[in-house]
């Protein structure tokens, strides 16, 4: 019995290591995190939908535009109106980004970089934060869209340093300048995911559509006050196209639900018949999928294992207690038929048997 309860204090241990770790990994993931940054409301999700390649060509930030503005036509006809948060400028009560890969070179009058970039639109740096060194971010409210967010080592490669915020380079000979200098996510999964060589953050005026090479990526953060209300609206709003696109709940993706449907299609969710092709952030998010999908299939085999054990020993204990019973009726039959039987002895011997004697017994009457 002792080395089974120090089983299961370990099992014990490493549940509670495996969740701390879960739950401190999850909410690392800040491109996951959108809703919460947003607002303190749980009833908020952030969603995002993959356009396949073949579309880059038919589609433009004014396309989502109009696709934002029907979505909130919808949520304001909805019975969840009220949900939402005040309008911007443009009667928009939601943050949404729109973003495309591409490559790019960078040059200043030296040197030149090849770069793998980012045309964004919107609020995309609400959604993903990159850890910024210098500068600020480009927005959708700069009066000038020549302004460009570029990695460190891109930095290095052309100026030998990292502060060089205002400096100028020029794009397919456009003239741009540094607004902002970043870090890039470092590790295993964020090199795998895209982020081994050289990135940089432009504006969709920037990206030409001939510099494309990804599928568009549209991000929002809207109001679910019933489970799946968000995407049943934004897929609703789309219409007729929704089956080549692929709707991802960022909110609750790493849920134990969720990861544990991942860990069911383990060898189907690798394979894809849409013309999609992910951004780096998605890339490493999926990676942390297959992760947690795993640790929590460990999780639920650690939590299985105890139910056994702990059903297994209570069995045990039960027939235990049972035989301990058994046993107690067994030896107490046995003391008073041993006492029986010297009190019969002692009777005998005193002559208080009936039968023999005759006599009668002085405490009881007659014996037998």
């Known amino acids: 019995m002792k080395k089974i309860n120090i089983v299961c204090l370990v099992m014990v241990i490493c549940l509670a290591i495996t969740g701390i770790t879960i739950h401190i990994k999850k909410n690392s993931l800040y491109d996951q995190q959108a809703a919460r940054r947003w607002s303190s409301d749980s009833e908020m999700e952030q969603m995002t939908v993959f356009y396949p390649v073949t579309q880059t060509q038919t589609l433009d930030s004014f396309s989502f535009e109009s696709l934002t503005h029907q979505i909130q036509d919808a949520l304001d006809k909805s019975a969840f109106a009220d949900e939402s948060g005040a309008p911007d400028a443009t009667g928009i009560t939601f943050p949404y980004s729109v973003c495309i890969q591409g490559k790019l070179t960078i040059a200043n009058e030296e040197k030149s970089v090849d770069v793998t970039v980012l045309g964004v639109d919107k609020d995309f740096f609400v959604f993903h934060p990159v850890n910024m ?14 302004g460009i967010v570029i990695d460190d080592d891109t930095a290095w490669k052309l100026y030998g340093s990292s502060d060089i915020v205002g400096k100028m380079v020029t ?33 969709m005026e920037t990206l030409d559509k001939s510099n494309m090479y990804g599928g568009y990526v549209y991000e929002l953060i809207l109001p679910n006050p019933v489970d799946d209300f968000a995407v049943k609206l934004v897929k609703e709003t789309i219409g007729n196209s929704i089956e080549k696109l692929e709707f991802v709940d960022n909110s609750s993706r790493y849920q134990a639900s969720k990861c544990m449907d991942v860990l069911w ?52 204990l039960k027939i ?12 107490k039959n ?35």
């Open 133 to 146: 060194l210098y500068g600020a971010y480009i927005s959708d409210d700069d009066l000038m869209k020549d």
């Open 334 to 368: 046995r003391y008073f038929a041993s006492v029986r039987t010297c009190i019969s002895r002692w009777m005998r011997k005193k002559g208080w048997n009936r039968k023999q004697s005759g006599d009668k017994c002085p405490d009881s009457g007659k014996c037998e």
């Open 265 to 316: 299609n383990i060898g189907v969710r690798s394979m894809s018949t849409k013309d999609i092709l992910y951004p780096y952030f998605e890339n490493e998010a999926r990676a942390w999928e297959d992760v947690f999908a795993i640790m929590y299939g460990i999780v639920y085999l650690l939590v299985i294992a105890l139910v056994v054990i702990i059903v297994i020993r209570l069995w045990l």
């Open 171 to 203: 794009i397919a000979g456009v003239p741009h300048y540094i607004k902002g200098v970043m870090h890039k996510d470092e590790g295993r999964f964020a090199q795998a995911a895209g982020l081994d060589s050289s990135i940089a953050y432009v504006s």
């Open 320 to 331: 235990s207690r049972d035989k301990r019973r058994k046993n107690y009726e067994k030896e």
